[in-house]
């Protein structure tokens, strides 16, 4: 009976690896230049200055409260890097 081998399955050469991780590294960075090129940064440095503006609760237990939740919200979610 004749038996016929198998070949062996091809694996990717290092430097086709490397150059890929290059490739992706590099549109990347493409992306985020063009989305700053198109929009500006005036819409990131409006909500950086946002947040760090420091704000006043109006009077009352339960609005003062409200505005210390909405605080550590924001605060968990940059600190996350996790927003809805």
């Not at 150059?19 to 549109?27: F, P, S, T």
């Not at 339960?62 to 550590?72: E, G, Y």
């Amino acid at each position: 009976m004749i038996t016929i081998a198998e070949p062996e399955p091809e694996r990717e050469h290092p430097v086709v690896a490397g150059i890929a991780i290059a490739a992706i590294l590099l549109v990347s960075l493409l992306i985020a230049w063009a989305r700053i090129e198109v929009q500006g940064t005036r819409d990131l440095e409006a909500a950086l200055a946002e947040e760090s503006e420091a704000r006043e609760p109006p009077a009352g237990d339960s609005a003062r409260r409200q505005v210390l939740v909405d605080d550590a919200v924001t605060a968990n979610r940059w600190a996350s890097a996790f927003s809805p």
